[in-house]
């Protein structure tokens, strides 16, 4: 399980705690989740090894993606933007981290344009208009049932503990993401509801 649109420690360590494989900060200004830089390196210095650290960007020009993970210590970097794969690898090459190519699902199309990205990771997000992620909204999940790639696949979007368990039936991901689903307000988690969405994923899985 990925805990996004971190913004403060407290959080990131109780998502750590109940048993995240990741915690991921948004580092795009315009986003109500958008996570301060200073913040961002004292959970990498404190979750270091504990997590995988993930640094989640739109857009953002590759000197400004390595100052990041270099300060914060990201070992994933997630491009959520309209990033091209020669960009993806050049992120990879100058980072070192590993890199997850997420796309907001339109419709099968999405599958063969995210088949062109050599990444570590695809992501597969709800669509809103104008919204880059954090959306609330899901896609339709068999829609993965037609991806063909070896790639190891995240699933995000609209996820909550009240769905994630018919999500993971439905697409059987490496990980679920899920931010606004486990929040009280944007940015801020809700302790109990993170621990409602482990315990269902968990419950799915064994199933």
């Known amino acids: 399980m990925k805990i996004c649109g971190l913004t ?13 494989w990741a915690v991921g900060m948004v580092f795009h200004e315009d986003s109500p989740r958008c996570c301060s830089l200073e913040e961002a390196e004292r959970i990498g210095a404190v979750l ?10 739109v857009n953002a020009h590759l ?3 390595a100052e990041v993970a270099e300060r914060a210590g990201l070992t994933l ?8 794969p020669v960009f993806a690898g050049e992120v990879a090459r100058r980072t070192g981290a590993r890199t997850i190519k997420a796309a907001a699902v339109l419709g099968p199309s999405t599958l063969q344009d995210l088949a062109r990205f050599h990444t570590d990771f695809h992501l597969l997000d709800g669509h809103a208009p104008g919204l880059r992620g954090g959306t609330g909204s899901s896609f339709e999940w068999p829609v993965a049932r037609a991806r063909r790639s ?4 995240i699933v995000s979007g609209g996820l909550r503990p009240e769905n994630v368990a018919e999500a993971i039936a439905a697409t059987h991901p490496f990980a679920v993401d899920v931010a606004s ?4 307000a ?3 988690k809700d ?10 994923a968990d419950a799915a899985v064994v199933a």
Request: glycine letters at 10%; zero cysteines; aromatic letters at 6%.
């Open 191 to 200: 302790h109990a509801r993170m621990r409602a969405f482990f315990e269902a």
């Open 63 to 65: 000197d400004v993606i």
């Open 181 to 184: 689903g486990v929040e009280a």
């Open 8 to 20: 403060r420690l407290a959080d990131a360590e109780a998502a750590v705690e109940l048993g995240a």
């Open 48 to 57: 270091h090894r504990r997590a995988e650290i993930a640094g989640v960007f």
């Open 77 to 84: 970097i997630q491009l959520q933007g309209d990033e091209g």
């Open 186 to 188: 944007p940015g801020i």
């Open 150 to 153: 070896s790639i190891p696949l």
